[in-house]
């Protein structure tokens, strides 16, 4: 089998979250940059990796990288790829991408230099001067980092976020990438109660339900791959059966809340779209009262941070009394929140166990961490 090398770009601070499920789907020679994941594997991981990352952006598939300091170096070497081995006479490529610390710095330029190589490659192959770009999308990426471009193509379309079962137009919802990373990273993987007090659209509880049912994210919708074609068919209904056969069956106690009636009607209609209704629970409550009896669980969190859709001080006076909540729980609990406030820990009361960076859009923020003590079998 022919070895293809991928691409998955990122969320800054959840790489290695990536290279992990990539290394659980047996994809090889994983390695970590900032922001992207390269890894190696057939052609049949496309649908693979497409359908099950939680948290990939999309998945690139490498065509060449070779070093470019001028436009000719960059026209050359990508009239030297065998772009007809990919892209027959029909299919529409656009060119994307970026540039970062390289001599040629105008991306406008790289583009338009990028589609003009391609276009007389396939119009040499093909045996025409004007390509029809009525078919199926190949989507092009390029990349130049120190004056080195990597040619790719877009297997996904739309993100990878976008799994198909969130309305438009909510305040501040979460991506779903950033959700799946943040339950992942509290070590949730089904068993204990789960719960998210300030749950809005329900992003992280529904892809808490998603990860405890162990269904791939991507089975609700479509990727611009399926319709290639060089890739079979075959190979995405194998994904697919694959896939659903790693699904789990169980009872799951994952709760949402929010003070918002609105918001919990609207993730209530988010987990019948995500298929998940029958595992979740959602209700109007209110974070400063939490409380929940078991000697044990998780929570996982996105509270208002004062930017964007409440003030800074009133944002602090939701965590002081969230920490106060929070401190009539078991010691068995732990709470994982997301805030980019500069004075979480003060006006939570309590110093994180741990602190993670992420990026939540364009917004610099933390993932505060409280570590709970599980009590031991037996007590
Ligand atoms: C940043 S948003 C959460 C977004 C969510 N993660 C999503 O993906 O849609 C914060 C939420 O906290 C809710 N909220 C504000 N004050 C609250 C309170 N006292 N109790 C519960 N929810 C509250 C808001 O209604 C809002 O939906």
Request: glycine fraction near 8%; charged fraction near 25%; proline fraction near 5%.
């Amino acid at each position: 089998m022919e070895k293809l090398r991928f691409s998955i770009p990122t969320l800054l601070g959840v790489e290695s979250l990536a290279a992990d499920e990539l290394r659980r789907m047996n994809l090889e020679n994983v390695q970590v940059e900032n922001g992207r994941v390269f890894c190696e594997g057939g052609i049949s991981d496309i649908p693979r990796m497409n359908l099950r990352l939680r948290t990939g952006e999309r998945v690139l598939m490498v065509l060449g990288s070779f070093p470019a300091e001028s436009f000719d170096d960059l026209f050359e070497g990508v009239k030297a790829l065998p772009w007809e081995s990919w892209i027959p006479k029909e299919a529409c490529f656009p060119v994307k991408g970026f540039s970062l610390n390289s001599k040629l710095a105008s991306v406008p330029a790289c583009q338009s230099i990028i589609k003009k190589a391609v276009a007389s490659r396939l119009g040499k192959a093909y045996g025409c001067e004007t390509l029809p770009e009525t078919g199926a999308l190949y989507q092009i990426q390029f990349s130049i980092m120190k004056d080195k471009a990597t040619l790719m193509l877009d297997t996904s379309g739309a993100g990878l976020y976008k799994r198909g079962y969130r309305a438009q137009g909510v305040v501040a919802p979460l991506r779903e990438t950033l959700a799946a990373s943040l339950v992942l990273l509290s070590g949730y993987r089904g068993k204990d109660p789960f719960c998210d007090p300030f749950c809005g659209s329900g992003t992280i509880a529904i892809e808490a339900a998603l990860i405890a049912k162990n269904r791939a994210p991507g089975l609700n919708r479509t990727f611009s791959a399926q319709k290639w074609s060089f890739l079979p068919t075959q190979d995405w209904l194998q994904a697919a059966d694959e896939a659903m056969d790693l699904e789990f069956d169980g009872n799951y106690d994952i709760w949402g809340g929010d003070i918002d009636p609105a918001a919990v009607a609207l993730a209530q209609s988010n987990a019948v779209k995500a298929d998940v209704e029958d595992i979740l629970r959602f209700e109007v409550a209110d974070a400063r009262t939490f409380w929940r009896k078991e000697d044990y669980g998780r929570i996982v969190t996105n509270p208002p941070y004062g930017e964007r859709i409440m003030e800074r001080s009133e944002a602090e006076g939701l965590y002081r009394e969230f920490g106060k909540a929070a401190r009539n729980l078991a010691p068995g609990w732990s709470i994982n929140l997301l805030s980019s406030h500069t004075e979480f820990e003060r006006t939570f009361g309590k110093s994180a166990d741990k602190k993670r960076k992420l990026y939540n859009g364009m917004i610099k923020c933390d993932l505060f961490q409280y570590r709970g003590k599980k009590p031991s079998k037996g007590t």
